[in-house]
Every structure is written in structure tokens, then in C-alpha cells.
T-cell receptor
Framework: AQSVTQLGSHVSVSEGALVLLRCNYS??????LFWYVQYPNQGLQLLLK??????LVKGINGFEAEFKKSETSFHLTKPSAHMSDAAEYFC???????????FGQGTRLTINP | EAEVAQSPRYKITEKSQAVAFWCDPI?????LYWYRQILGQGPELLVQ????????DSQLPKDRFSAERLKGVDSTLKIQPAELGDSAMYLC?????????????FGEGSRLTVL
């Protein structure tokens, strides 16, 4: 069964600094990987997804993530943080088709002015 | 842009009362999911439908929770009786049956507070 571990429940960076949110996964088959963002009292919005094409995936709002099979990782980065990036971020893994999506515990990103 | 619709957005109820949540997925999406998200945690799957059939309800507390999708379109999740520990965000999501990525589209969620 697949699983996701997000390292760090809370990350705080200064505005303009690099954002790095860590995600490691476990899957018995080649996985599909996702990052979702959640603003307070809202649903989840897809940031980006890895579906076995390019290992470096670009998403919305300037975020990108790199799939590293050897490290079983899918870390999320953004070169320069903006105040509007403050939110909860979830990494998720799927084994494809109509299989369920399994989420990590989430990382709360805080941006300091 | 097509969206997953959920109602109500917020529900406050007393312990032992019955509550119900409704979800209308994106048109044409055969797969529908109900997730529960406790504050500070990631969403956890409660039940998955393929058309009108349940394909995974292994994490649904069946003594008090029920879910149906009678015509394979919209769905209702019911809790009876509600307990304090049921306070959470209930998220509905949908996806294409034949998509091979497993990407889900989420609604805004229904926030339940049990007093």
C-alpha cells in the first residue's frame, strides 16, 4: 500500500526566500504524485502532478517539484516566496486509474514579511 | 469552469443528532470520493464510489456513517448519531474513471462542529 511522509508540519520563510517543502513516498508500483494547496476553510486545489513524464514538474503560482526515484522523494520548491503562498500544502500519492489518493499530514507554510 | 458542489459549507450540531452532507461532482466524473479531514491533519478516505457502486468503504465507521450515490451522480453522506470526535471538514472529490493519473477535483468542503 502506498503512503506519504511530509517532513516538517510547519515551515516558516521570509518573503522572497526559497521555499522547500519535503515529501517522501512509498509505493509498490510506479506512482503518480501530487501537491495540493489548501487555504483556510477551503477545499484542496491542485498545484502540480507527476505522471511519469518529465521528472521536473512545473505547477501554478511558480511552484515546481522534482521526482527522484532513487530517493523516493517529490519535494516542492519555489524560488521566491510571496505572502500569498501562506497556506497548508499536502503531498499525495496514487497508484493510478480509479485508485484512491493517499495524503500526507500536511505542511503549514508561513511567510514572514 | 466545472466544479464539485458541496452543501452545507458549515454545520453546527449537538451530540447525538443526525447530520447529512450533499455533493454534486463534476459532470461526467464516474468516481466520487468522500474524505474526512480532522484539523491539522491530511484528508483520509471514507468512501469511494464508481458510478453508484461502493468500491472502498473500509475506513467508514459503518455503525454511524452511511453514504449513498443512488443514480451514480450526486451523493449524500450521513452521520447518525453525531459524536464529538466527528468534528472535521468533510471533503467531496471526483475524477474521471478512465484517467490514469488519479487526479482528484475537490469541492469547498463541509465543516462540521459537534457540540
Amino acid at each position: 500500500a502506498q503512503s506519504v511522509t511530509q517532513l516538517g508540519s510547519h515551515v516558516s520563510v521570509s518573503e522572497g526566500a526559497l521555499v522547500l517543502l519535503r515529501c517522501n513516498y512509498s509505493s509498490s508500483v510506479p506512482p503518480y504524485l501530487f501537491w495540493y494547496v489548501q487555504y483556510p476553510n477551503q477545499g484542496l486545489q491542485l498545484l502540480l502532478k507527476y505522471t511519469s513524464a518529465a521528472t521536473l514538474v512545473k505547477g501554478i503560482n511558480g511552484f515546481e517539484a522534482e521526482f527522484k526515484k532513487s530517493e523516493t522523494s517529490f519535494h516542492l520548491t519555489k524560488p521566491s516566496a510571496h505572502m500569498s503562498d501562506a497556506a497548508e500544502y499536502f503531498c499525495a500519492v496514487s497508484e493510478g486509474g480509479a485508485q484512491k489518493l493517499v495524503f500526507g499530514q500536511g505542511t503549514r507554510l508561513t511567510i514572514n514579511p | 469552469e466545472a466544479e464539485v458542489a458541496q452543501s452545507p459549507r458549515y454545520k453546527i450540531t449537538e451530540k447525538s443528532q443526525a447530520v447529512a452532507f450533499w455533493c454534486d461532482p463534476i459532470s461526467g466524473h464516474a468516481t466520487l470520493y468522500w474524505y474526512r479531514q480532522i484539523l491539522g491533519q491530511g484528508p483520509e478516505l471514507l468512501v469511494q464510489f464508481q458510478d453508484e457502486s461502493v468500491v472502498d468503504d473500509s475506513q467508514l465507521p459503518k455503525d454511524r456513517f452511511s453514504a449513498e450515490r443512488l443514480k451514480g451522480v450526486d451523493s449524500t453522506l450521513k452521520i447518525q448519531p453525531a459524536e464529538l470526535g466527528d468534528s472535521a471538514m468533510y471533503l467531496c472529490a471526483s475524477s474521471h474513471r478512465d484517467r490514469d493519473t488519479g487526479e482528484l477535483f475537490f469541492g469547498e468542503g463541509s465543516r462540521l462542529t459537534v457540540l
